[in-house]
């Protein structure tokens, strides 16, 4: 094979050149390269200073290689691809070209990530661009601007053919799958062999991967090889494939390329993006590829208005969706029926069910009759609402109006839209009508059917199905037993579910994953964790393999039974297995731990997941040093923080938090002090937990002085309006009402509605204490600020100064509310 490789290629390359010869566009450079082509470029002592493709091999990028004179590296530096290539796509070649060849010598694996543009921004900073929320429609500025020349110049693009059953691209696809032990002679050949591919051939080698990343690593791999150029519809067809994948950072890495290359573009290479953008869920991003549309000077068709419709819709922004809608249409771009299907579907997901229906009489005004796409949009959102009566009209207008007859596929659709909401019996009827009509059933429709039965916990109904089901010979599948069986376990029945997984062997199925994890979880609801730990541990002898949420349902039963012990086992399992359990899943068990007093018990049981490779993170931390905290083991937790900063992994404020509670609780204020400072000095924002959590310990050993010049430092980094309100709520709880007084002022700064439940709090305090004088002061500070005390305690603060002798302060206080105005109740 090598040796017909060697003659193809010598034989391609001198045909090329002496076309080139005849029409005079070789310089004697290059006719000095051909002729050392025909002569020794396949010599043993060939070697290509480029790209390393193995990823297995490491080899150095200037050992080994006896280069010939003329193909070293002169020539390399002055080209990277090959002529013929180029102009057998219709390009013609020239030096400005050569020169944007993006050129790396070495260091490159097939399987490594690279960047062949490497001025293009990140995701992050398009993300961090401001502009005006409607810059996006200025793209459709430009279709007016260039339609007439786009009808006029268009020139039909050649369409790729099937090459996938070429002997080449065959022998291509297999020499890709042993990329990972590959040697240098096996990455010639593979070399050798896209020299010789043409382009369409180029795409069926792409089309063939299973895995598109390994397609965008061969494209880089290739697009760097000497003497190769990928022809345009090779770029189109890898914008095709990766449109199909939520790879959008390499899809806009070859567009980009593209643009550099000046290589046309299309209006649909820009969809293809946008569609990219939008399975990866940067819903923005995708938008903004509307104004590096604008900015190419593309003019959008009609495509791309339907893809911009789609990913507005996506994002939630159905008004700006109508607007561009609208703005289509101004400038010229008929919608068709995708576009008006698009609009449906916002209009649904709006809650807007009547402009959805106004939208489908409209279409046929609109150029476009709706199909049934758009009628089966409209029921799934009537059937989500149950709303069966408006269904059936909606059947009847569809085939009347539109001559859409319904099919099975139409009532199949209403009957699993109906069944996944839970409306098992409008399910039922449906599937009768369906049946009357003559429209045969399969088993995915009773299943579904079963399933919401199942759901509601009516077992009866579901097993009627079933026999119903077994008497049309109809046999149900593994997914129909399985549901059966969640349904018994739902309702506690698990001798039922066990008689059902028997009828499930007795009639030739075999229970799967899904069927046990549901026995497992009916277990474990019913307390018997242990059994559920006993059938899972018997998983390989019955020939069934547990997944993540086999092993998390038993977990989380022997955590609510209290068998700690024998669920971190089970975790430890677990990651054994190569499942890992989430932080959430580990933070549970870690605070079972603690709150049953075994923070110790709880680190180790970290330490271990940690060590097997699972995610720890700042949570799992700080529950563990709140349960030394509880069990008054600072020094424990202390340690444990330093730990947290030697893994990486930084406390947050609820870490801070736990620790100054902790602190203070020992009356250790001069540390608490000084990790709060810590804190604020990180950057962190005190939460009104840890407002209250501080004023709480402070106020409680009375360090109100400490408290009040800490709070300042605190607030400093962001205000929190009630902070002085709960000191002095705090401290008459406490029953330290001088130091409360002094800290009125700070209250009455604001005079709010808090400020006056505050001040009434504090006189309500003097007033259990015998002291109605002081009482009284407070309530004479309030008039002061013009905040009117309430009414009531007022007059029985009266009564209670009369009482002690001083009545010039009791008829004073409530002369104060006539002065404001205010009648008395019994003046009323």
Same mark, same amino acid.
């Given at each position: 094979?090598?040796?017909?490789?060697?003659?193809?290629?010598?034989?391609?390359?001198l045909?090329q050149?002496?076309?080139?010869?005849?029409?005079?566009?070789?310089?004697?450079?290059?006719?000095?390269?051909?002729?050392?082509?025909?002569?020794?470029?396949?010599c043993?002592?060939y070697?290509?200073?480029?790209?390393?493709?193995?990823?297995?091999?490491?080899?150095?990028?200037?050992?080994?290689?006896?280069?010939?004179?003329?193909?070293?590296?002169?020539?390399?530096?002055?080209?990277d691809?090959d002529?013929?290539?180029a102009?057998?796509?219709?390009?013609?070649?020239?030096?400005?070209?050569?020169?944007?060849?993006?050129?790396?010598?070495?260091?490159?694996?097939?399987?490594?990530?690279?960047?062949?543009?490497?001025?293009?921004?990140?995701?992050?900073e398009?993300?961090?661009?401001?502009?005006?929320?409607d810059?996006?429609?200025?793209?459709?500025?430009?279709?007016?601007?260039?339609?007439?020349?786009?009808?006029n110049?268009?020139?039909?693009?050649?369409?790729?053919r099937?090459?996938?059953?070429?002997?080449?691209?065959?022998?291509t696809?297999?020499?890709?799958?042993?990329?990972?032990?590959?040697?240098?002679?096996?990455?010639?050949?593979?070399?050798h062999?896209?020299?010789?591919?043409?382009?369409?051939?180029?795409?069926?080698?792409?089309?063939?991967?299973?895995?598109?990343?390994?397609?965008?690593n061969?494209?880089?791999?290739?697009?760097?090889?000497?003497?190769?150029?990928?022809?345009?519809?090779?770029y189109?067809?890898?914008?095709?494939?990766?449109?199909?994948?939520?790879?959008?950072q390499?899809?806009?890495?070859v567009?980009?390329?593209?643009?550099?290359?000046?290589?046309?573009?299309?209006p649909?290479?820009?969809?293809y993006?946008?569609?990219?953008?939008?399975?990866?869920?940067?819903?923005?991003?995708?938008?903004?590829?509307?104004?590096?549309?604008?900015?190419?000077?593309?003019?959008?068709?009609?495509c791309?208005?339907?893809?911009?419709?789609h990913?507005l819709?996506?994002?939630?922004?159905?008004?700006?969706?109508?607007?561009?809608?609208?703005?289509?249409?101004?400038?010229?771009?008929?919608?068709?029926?995708?576009?008006?299907n698009?609009?449906i579907?916002?209009?649904?997901?709006?809650?807007?069910?009547?402009?959805?229906?106004?939208?489908?009489?409209?279409?046929?005004?609109?150029?476009?009759?709706p199909?049934?796409?758009?009628?089966y949009?409209?029921?799934?959102?009537?059937?989500?609402?149950?709303?069966?009566?408006e269904?059936?009209?909606l059947?009847?207008?569809?085939?009347?109006?539109?001559?859409?007859?319904?099919d099975?596929?139409?009532?199949s659709?209403?009957?699993?839209?109906?069944s996944?909401?839970?409306?098992?019996?409008?399910?039922?009827?449906?599937?009768?009508?369906?049946?009357?009509?003559?429209?045969?059933?399969?088993?995915?429709?009773?299943?579904a059917?079963?399933?919401?039965?199942?759901?509601?916990?009516?077992m009866?109904?579901?097993?009627?199905i079933?026999?119903?089901?077994?008497?049309?010979?109809?046999?149900?599948?593994?997914?129909?037993?399985?549901?059966?069986?969640?349904g018994?376990?739902?309702?506690?029945k698990?001798?039922?579910?066990?008689?059902?997984?028997?009828?499930?062997?007795?009639?030739?199925?075999?229970?799967?994953t899904?069927?046990?994890?549901?026995?497992?979880?009916?277990?474990?609801?019913?307390?018997?964790?242990?059994?559920?730990?006993?059938?899972?541990?018997?998983?390989?002898?019955?020939?069934?393999?547990?997944?993540?949420?086999t092993?998390?349902?038993?977990?989380?039963?022997?955590?609510?039974?209290?068998k700690?012990?024998?669920?971190?086992?089970?975790?430890?399992q677990?990651?054994?297995?190569?499942?890992?359990?989430?932080?959430?899943?580990?933070n549970?068990?870690i605070?079972?731990?603690?709150?049953?007093?075994?923070?110790?018990?709880?680190?180790?049981?970290m330490?271990d997941?940690?060590?097997?490779?699972?995610?720890?993170?700042?949570?799992?931390?700080?529950?563990?040093?709140?349960?030394?905290?509880?069990?008054g083991d600072?020094?424990?937790?202390?340690?444990?923080?330093?730990?947290?900063?030697?893994?990486?992994?930084?406390?947050?404020?609820?870490?801070?938090?736990?620790?100054?509670?902790?602190?203070? =609780? #020992? +009356?250790?204020?001069?540390?608490?002090?000084?990790?709060?400072k810590? /804190?604020? %000095? &990180?950057?962190? $924002? *005190?939460?009104?937990?840890?407002?209250?959590?501080?004023?709480?310990?402070?106020?409680e050993?009375?360090?109100?002085?400490?408290l009040?010049k800490?709070?300042?430092?605190?607030?400093v980094?962001?205000?929190?309006?009630?902070?002085?309100?709960?000191?002095?709520?705090?401290?008459?709880?406490?029953?330290?009402?001088?130091?409360?007084?002094?800290?009125?002022?700070k209250?009455?700064?604001?005079?709010?509605?808090?400020?006056?439940?505050?001040?009434?709090?504090?006189?309500?305090?003097?007033? =259990? #204490? +015998?002291?109605?004088?002081?009482?009284y002061?407070?309530?004479?500070? /309030?008039f %002061? &600020?013009n905040? $009117? *005390?309430?009414?009531?305690?007022?007059?029985?603060l009266?009564s209670?100064?009369?009482?002690?002798?001083?009545?010039?302060?009791?008829?004073?206080?409530l002369?104060k509310?006539?002065?404001?105005?205010?009648?008395?109740p019994?003046?009323?």
């Amino acid at each position: 094979m090598r040796k017909t490789l060697d003659r193809a290629f010598k034989s391609r390359v001198l045909d090329q050149f002496h076309k080139r010869l005849d029409i005079g566009k070789v310089s004697p450079f290059d006719a000095e390269i051909a002729g050392c082509l025909a002569s020794d470029a396949f010599c043993p002592k060939y070697r290509c200073k480029n790209v390393i493709f193995f990823s297995s091999v490491n080899h150095n990028a200037t050992s080994n290689l006896d280069t010939s004179p003329l193909l070293g590296t002169s020539l390399e530096e002055r080209c990277d691809f090959d002529d013929s290539k180029a102009l057998d796509a219709g390009k013609h070649v020239n030096a400005k070209d050569i020169a944007d060849v993006n050129y790396e010598p070495s260091g490159r694996h097939f399987g490594e990530s690279d960047d062949p543009d490497e001025d293009v921004e990140s995701d992050e900073e398009m993300e961090r661009e401001d502009g005006n929320a409607d810059v996006e429609l200025g793209v459709l500025d430009l279709f007016d601007r260039s339609r007439e020349d786009k009808e006029n110049k268009k020139e039909p693009l050649e369409e790729a053919r099937d090459e996938s059953g070429h002997p080449m691209v065959r022998e291509t696809c297999k020499l890709i799958e042993l990329r990972h032990k590959w040697n240098r002679k096996l990455e010639g050949e593979l070399r050798h062999l896209l020299r010789c591919l043409n382009s369409h051939q180029v795409i069926a080698v792409l089309r063939s991967q299973s895995d598109e990343r390994i397609a965008v690593n061969f494209f880089y791999w290739a697009d760097r090889q000497w003497r190769y150029r990928h022809a345009p519809l090779v770029y189109y067809t890898m914008l095709e494939l990766l449109s199909k994948t939520k790879l959008c950072q390499s899809s806009r890495r070859v567009l980009r390329l593209m643009i550099r290359r000046r290589i046309s573009r299309r209006p649909q290479d820009f969809a293809y993006l946008m569609v990219s953008y939008s399975r990866a869920g940067k819903l923005r991003s995708a938008m903004r590829v509307l104004n590096l549309m604008q900015k190419d000077g593309c003019a959008p068709d009609l495509c791309v208005c339907n893809t911009t419709i789609h990913v507005l819709i996506m994002a939630k922004r159905f008004e700006k969706a109508l607007r561009f809608f609208d703005r289509m249409q101004r400038v010229g771009i008929t919608p068709d029926v995708v576009t008006c299907n698009c609009l449906i579907k916002g209009f649904c997901d709006a809650n807007r069910v009547g402009d959805a229906m106004k939208m489908i009489r409209e279409m046929p005004l609109k150029g476009s009759l709706p199909d049934k796409i758009s009628y089966y949009t409209v029921i799934s959102f009537l059937c989500k609402e149950k709303r069966v009566g408006e269904v059936r009209d909606l059947l009847k207008e569809m085939k009347i109006k539109d001559n859409l007859i319904p099919d099975p596929v139409t009532y199949s659709t209403v009957i699993h839209v109906l069944s996944k909401h839970g409306h098992a019996d409008e399910a039922l009827e449906f599937f009768r009508e369906s049946e009357e009509k003559g429209f045969r059933v399969d088993k995915v429709g009773y299943s579904a059917i079963v399933h919401a039965f199942c759901l509601d916990g009516r077992m009866e109904e579901a097993k009627e199905i079933v026999n119903e089901m077994l008497f049309k010979g109809c046999l149900p599948d593994v997914v129909t037993y399985s549901a059966v069986v969640n349904g018994f376990c739902r309702i506690g029945k698990i001798d039922q579910a066990r008689k059902m997984l028997k009828h499930m062997y007795k009639n030739g199925f075999k229970p799967n994953t899904v069927t046990y994890t549901s026995l497992l979880n009916g277990l474990c609801r019913i307390g018997s964790s242990l059994e559920a730990l006993e059938m899972l541990n018997k998983s390989e002898v019955e020939w069934w393999t547990p997944s993540v949420v086999t092993y998390s349902v038993v977990m989380h039963g022997l955590r609510r039974e209290g068998k700690l012990k024998e669920a971190c086992e089970l975790v430890m399992q677990m990651l054994g297995n190569g499942f890992f359990p989430t932080t959430v899943e580990i933070n549970l068990l870690i605070h079972a731990l603690c709150r049953d007093g075994k923070p110790g018990d709880a680190k180790k049981f970290m330490e271990d997941c940690q060590s097997k490779g699972c995610t720890i993170n700042v949570v799992n931390f700080t529950t563990v040093i709140h349960g030394f905290c509880q069990e008054g083991d600072l020094e424990s937790a202390f340690s444990l923080l330093d730990d947290m900063y030697l893994s990486n992994r930084h406390p947050d404020v609820v870490t801070y938090t736990v620790i100054v509670d902790a602190l203070g =609780k #020992k +009356g250790k204020f001069e540390k608490a002090t000084e990790l709060v400072k810590k /804190m604020l %000095h &990180r950057g962190f $924002i *005190p939460t009104p937990v840890t407002y209250r959590m501080v004023i709480h310990r402070y106020c409680e050993k009375g360090r109100v002085e400490d408290l009040l010049k800490l709070l300042e430092k605190m607030l400093v980094r962001q205000e929190f309006g009630t902070a002085y309100n709960q000191v002095i709520e705090k401290l008459c709880a406490f029953g330290k009402l001088d130091e409360a007084y002094k800290v009125l002022g700070k209250v009455l700064r604001t005079a709010s509605k808090s400020d006056a439940h505050t001040c009434h709090i504090l006189m309500e305090s003097y007033m =259990k #204490k +015998g002291l109605p004088l002081q009482s009284y002061k407070v309530a004479c500070r /309030m008039f %002061h &600020r013009n905040l $009117i *005390p309430d009414m009531k305690l007022c007059q029985k603060l009266s009564s209670n100064l009369i009482a002690e002798g001083h009545s010039d302060e009791g008829g004073r206080l409530l002369i104060k509310f006539v002065e404001r105005g205010l009648t008395l109740p019994q003046h009323q």
